[in-house]
């Protein structure tokens, strides 16, 4: 089974240094603690609007922590000169719009298909990752391997935001998208509105290989600290992996 990495989404530690101003709480302090609880990467999403991270986080990720970074960026030539500047381990495209609070739903990557292939093969070019953030369904998995993007990220939100058996036919899907995906020789990722509550059955899908978390950790790390927040985290996702290699036969 591939081993589950989990990148820690540093935004919303800018989030709260921007609503003062000043330089605290530092976002880069926040990615070395991440990385000495356990985790595999790092995610930061550049806004168009600037709302959490800066130009200047991005510089300093980019300069100063060890582990892979993963650039959220729209599809927009400033975000992709910005990308291609700073050389990140990946750059995950994901949709934008100015009014949202949070990334709603995933990419249109089928029917934005012509548009999106310029950036996905000058992001290749300069052998950065693509990741296209997608809804979990054959037709954008079908797209994102058109377009020689090598890595999915499944929208959770709709799974995330259900309860009880409501919740089911949402992680069906993710189920079927992870195999369907990594049947078309696609690394799957997953990520938004997971908590250390609804991981586990996501975790267990043992094809998925990374969950990008981020808003959830920060708001715990208000009642027992960043480190803590992320090692719950690491151990509810390896608890639902060893869970499903004991019953695999």
């Known amino acids: 089974m591939t081993p589950l990495r989990l990148g820690v989404n540093i935004d919303h530690v800018a989030t709260i240094r921007n609503a ?10 926040a990615a070395k603690l991440a990385a000495h609880a356990g985790a595999d990467g790092i995610t930061a999403h550049l806004r168009e609007d600037r709302r959490h991270i800066t130009d200047t986080d991005i510089i300093r990720l ?6 892979p970074l ?4 729209a599809a927009t030539d400033e975000m992709l000169a910005i990308a291609l500047k700073h050389r990140p381990h990946a750059a995950c495209i994901v949709p934008e719009k100015r009014e949202e609070r949070t990334t709603e739903g995933g990419l249109d990557a089928a029917g934005q298909h012509n548009r999106l292939k310029r950036f996905v093969d000058q992001l290749s070019g300069a052998q950065i990752r693509v990741s296209l953030f997608v809804e ?5 998995l079908e797209a994102a391997r058109s377009l020689g993007a090598p890595v999915v990220e499944l929208h959770t939100g709709d799974y995330a935001n259900l309860e009880g058996a409501a919740r089911e036919p949402a992680l069906q899907s993710l189920i079927d998208a992870a ?3 990594t049947a078309m020789g696609l690394e799957v990722h997953a990520g938004h509105g997971l908590t250390t509550a609804n991981v586990g059955p996501v975790a267990a899908i043992p094809e998925l290989a990374e969950l990008n978390i981020g808003h959830y950790l920060i708001g715990e790390a ?3 600290g960043l480190e803590e927040a992320i090692r719950r985290m690491r151990n509810a996702m390896d608890d639902a992996r060893l869970s499903t290699q004991s019953v695999r036969p």
């Open 62 to 67: 980019s300069e100063e922590i060890d582990l």
């Open 222 to 224: 208000v009642f027992v």
């Open 179 to 181: 195999r369907m995906g």
């Open 20 to 29: 003062r101003g000043g330089g605290h709480p530092d976002p880069v302090a």
């Open 136 to 140: 979990a369904d054959e037709r954008q």
């Open 70 to 73: 993963n650039l959220e960026m």
